[in-house]
């Protein structure tokens, strides 16, 4: 019942910036952590960054310094700034949240579909 829809992501050149969403849908009750994982055409998924309930967050050494998650648990949404894109950024950047649907239940992962990033000149 919960999905994950990504936007924001496109074509930019080396240098450039783009913002990522990703908006939670569906029955929610709470949601516990959300994170960001990219994947390039015939590598693994990796964790790009990840923002706890409580705001704690982390970074793939890759992006340090270049990239901010930050979350809405109000708005069941969250954001991840890219700045100082480089080519080796291109991949598919794929929403992650955990979940609970009701006080309950336990929580669940739910995964958006992806949204591409291209950094290229």
Same mark, same amino acid.
């Given at each position: =019942?919960?999905?994950?829809? /990504? &936007? ?5 050149? !080396?240098?450039? &910036? ?5 908006? %939670?849908?569906g029955? @929610? +009750? &709470? @949601?516990? %952590? ?6 390039? !055409?015939?590598?693994? *998924? ?11 967050? @982390? ?7 270049? +990239?901010? @998650?930050?979350?809405?648990? %109000? ?5 991840? =700034?890219?700045?100082?894109?480089? !080519? ?7 929403c *992650?949240?955990?979940? *609970?649907v009701? !006080?309950?239940?336990?929580?669940? /992962? ?12």
């Amino acid at each position: =019942q919960v999905q994950l829809v /990504e &936007s924001g992501g496109g074509l930019v050149q !080396p240098g450039g &910036s783009l913002r990522l969403s990703c908006v %939670a849908s569906g029955s @929610i +009750f &709470s @949601i516990n %952590a959300m994170g960001w994982y990219s994947q390039a !055409p015939g590598k693994e *998924r990796k964790l790009v960054a990840h923002i706890s309930s409580g705001g704690s967050t @982390i970074y793939a050494d890759s992006v340090k310094g270049r +990239f901010t @998650i930050s979350g809405d648990n %109000a708005k069941n949404t969250v954001y991840l =700034q890219m700045d100082s894109l480089k !080519p080796e950024d291109t991949a598919v950047y794929y929403c *992650r949240m955990t979940v *609970r649907v009701s !006080p309950a239940y336990r929580y669940l /992962e739910v995964w958006g579909q992806g949204t591409l990033v291209t950094v290229s000149s």
